[in-house]
């Protein structure tokens, strides 16, 4: 059966830019929720510190919890070659963060889609980064998760691989068992595209999966896919709301993956109005899981 972790989605400014919040602080709040680990993200800025690293991980596992999910934001697409090699440096230190936390699987993306990147060129470049890390990860036991990402908070382009024939064609060139796929499927919809037909085609490679929802707040599906695909900048038609009230079909997407057998983590992106949303969405998803499996 699925196990579920929380992201903090909503305090990522707090945690990552200015330090108003504190990890601790996280620790705290999200132990308290119905969840079995707390997804981990590269850019908190107490992870600058190395002690601090298993000392978060004691922290987290002292409440009863894990840290299975790392999640990280190299950017593979850059056209310079020193450039490359340094995200794979980060990479790897990623992943001995990772695996200092416990953690089992640790996010990879292809890179920002900049200005006058070709597609054979952006998909070459990702495929040899990706392998590169893959044999470093594997030493420490670590599976690399590619998501089908929107844009890393904190990047000035989108995704490069955000499209769906993209990110098909970038997973179906890498055949390693420590890599799979982080489904995420409201980031279909940012790429105009429907959800359920991109799970379908990646289901067997889906290891994790980033839960959340989206509204519609003007407009059709229709309009999203023909003014909204593939801008700069967040889509203006689509929110982030509560879990179970938004565009996505869990009945549906439950359905498919439990067709393949999955039972890896769930992480839960959601809270963007405060922590009692955030436990309306555990609940929800708690209840889905439960009628599924």
């Not at 995704?159 to 489904?183: H, L, S, T, W």
């Not at 980033?210 to 593939?230: F, K, V």
């Amino acid at each position: 059966m699925p196990k579920l972790a929380a992201f903090p989605k909503a305090f990522m400014q707090a945690l990552c830019k200015d330090g108003t919040m504190k990890i601790g602080e996280w620790i705290e709040m999200a132990c308290r929720l119905d969840v079995n680990g707390l997804e981990w993200y590269a850019g908190f800025l107490e992870m600058k510190n190395e002690k601090n690293w298993t000392r978060f991980r004691r922290l987290v596992e002292d409440h009863g919890k894990i840290i299975p999910m790392f999640c990280c934001s190299p950017d593979f697409t850059h056209p310079e070659f020193e450039f490359r090699q340094a995200q794979i440096k980060q990479q790897k230190r990623w992943i001995d963060m990772a695996d200092a936390l416990g953690a089992s699987y640790c996010r990879v993306l292809s890179g920002q889609r900049r200005p006058g990147l070709s597609i054979a060129d952006g998909i070459r470049l990702t495929v040899e980064c990706i392998n590169e890390c893959l044999f470093y990860a594997a030493k420490r036991n670590v599976t690399l998760i590619l998501e089908n990402h929107y844009k890393d908070d904190f990047w000035q382009y989108p995704e490069f691989a955000q499209k769906m024939d993209i990110f098909c064609d970038i997973v179906g060139r890498i055949e390693n068992p420590f890599f799979g796929v982080n489904y995420d499927p409201s980031n279909a919809f940012l790429a105009g595209e429907d959800p359920l037909q991109l799970l379908k085609r990646v289901s067997h490679r889906v290891v994790t999966m980033h839960a959340s929802d989206r509204y519609l707040i003007e407009g059709t599906l229709e309009d999203l896919r023909n003014d909204e695909a593939g801008i700069t900048g967040y889509a203006s038609r689509l929110i982030h709301g509560e879990i179970g009230k938004g565009l996505n079909d869990y009945d549906k997407i439950f359905t498919e993956l439990k067709s393949v057998g999955f039972d890896g983590w769930i992480s839960i992106e959601d809270g963007v109005e405060g922590m009692a949303q955030l436990e309306r969405s555990v609940s929800f998803m708690r209840k889905k899981i439960q009628e599924h499996w």
